[in-house]
């Protein structure tokens, strides 16, 4: 079978999605498929730097015009193209008549434009730009949906308008607990001594990640004489300067894997009290450390969590202090029980949900097919 896989567009630097599109590739080769991926080229931004004003307008010309017509011819060759990343929708429609497959990582900006968040009011072209994000996925011959979440989410937005199959999001083979000196020296880079304890959070500064929310919990469970010199790292964005003078926070904007990796494996306990995900990396992250997690009783953060978790109410902080000071002692059990979790998160489990998925969608016939009318070496 000959698959094309459409990645994102490079100076966009989404890397989770990169990643994404990468582990497929991998692991698809492995298995024995031939395999390209595709994605828009950097051709107008080329003549202006990234901070110029242009190079918005320029990368819209690479993305809208210059790739479609390629990714057209490209998909003539192919049993299946698989758009890795649902915010580019608009590139199923020049698939042609090759089966088509498209992954739903979450529904929150699409959600935002349509006003279920008034907390992240969207601007008018953002608007337009979601809208034709959902009318690109209405017409989606097949979707994976990386949780249940966002699979309910999406039969909302699209009632009977797509074929929808889970395959919950793999973890990385590479998050696993760190060695001591690892952690040690993760600890002496964010000014840690030997015995201070500290909670972790990951991910950027968006307005359903709750970083003001983090704060207002470490605040509070600071008033509990057991937690009275707990510290704060965040690993992730830049924290707003109305949060900045807070005593107690380190914040590790750009960690390496590795050394998030140990961020966790040293950490009293991850708290990620999300509003809202369409998935949940650091969950999953954090138990195959070994650390154990803090989050909120919300799905897919239960979903992901997988009983493994102590579950707070994101948005009432004297709570869900007073809810993890009262399970502390749990934390060791949580920790046994979130690195049972991760086994149910393998690659070899995801990557057979998923060649299932291709094999549903494509004919032995259209493999013997197209193999005929392309013998070139593909992948």
């Not at 901070?51 to 011819?73: I, Q, S």
């Not at 992730?236 to 914040?251: A, C, H, N, Y």
């Not at 990557?351 to 259209?366: A, G, K, L, N, T």
């Amino acid at each position: 079978m000959r698959i094309l896989l459409v990645a994102n567009y490079k100076p966009d630097r989404q890397r989770s999605m990169a990643r994404y599109a990468q582990l497929l590739h991998a692991e698809l080769r492995k298995r024995g498929y031939a395999v390209e991926v595709i994605c828009p080229a950097s051709l107008a931004t080329r003549l202006v730097g990234g901070g110029n004003p242009l190079f918005r307008w320029l990368a819209y010309l690479d993305k809208f015009v210059f790739f479609p017509p390629l990714l057209w011819l490209r998909a003539r060759r192919v049993n299946l193209v698989h758009v890795c990343d649902h915010s580019n929708s608009f590139y199923l429609h020049w698939t042609g008549k090759t089966p088509n497959l498209i992954t739903a990582h979450d529904a929150l900006a699409i959600r935002s434009a349509l006003g279920h968040f008034p907390q992240n009011p969207t601007r008018w072209s953002g608007v337009k730009f979601q809208r034709w994000i959902l009318h690109g996925l209405a017409g989606a011959r097949n979707m994976v949906c990386v949780s249940q979440k966002t699979r309910r989410d999406f039969e909302d937005l699209l009632p009977g308008n797509t074929k929808m199959t889970v395959i919950p999001n793999p973890l990385s083979r590479s998050f696993r607990p760190a060695p001591p000196e690892d952690v040690d020296a993760v600890r002496a880079a964010c000014g840690l001594e030997a015995e201070d304890e500290y909670l972790l959070h990951v991910g950027k500064d968006a307005w359903y990640k709750n970083r003001l929310g983090v704060f207002r919990i470490v605040t509070e469970l600071r008033k509990f004489p057991r937690f009275s010199r707990v510290k704060l790292v965040l690993a992730g964005d830049s924290t707003p300067d109305e949060l900045k003078d807070i005593s107690g926070v380190v914040q590790w904007p750009t960690p390496s894997d590795e050394q998030l990796r140990a961020l966790y494996s040293g950490a009293l306990a991850l708290l990620f009290p999300s509003l809202e995900e369409g998935f949940g990396w650091p969950i999953l992250e954090a138990q195959a450390c070994g650390c154990p997690v803090i989050t909120s009783a919300r799905s897919p953060m239960t979903e992901v969590a997988g009983g493994a978790a102590i579950l707070i109410d994101p948005e009432d902080a004297i709570g869900a202090a007073a809810e993890i000071a009262s399970r502390i002692y749990e934390l060791d059990l949580m920790r046994r029980a979130g690195l049972a979790n991760v086994r149910n998160y393998s690659v070899e489990d995801a990557m057979d949900r998923y060649c299932e998925v291709y094999q549903q969608i494509v004919s032995p016939s259209d493999v013997v097919a197209t193999a005929a009318l392309n013998p070139d070496r593909f992948g």
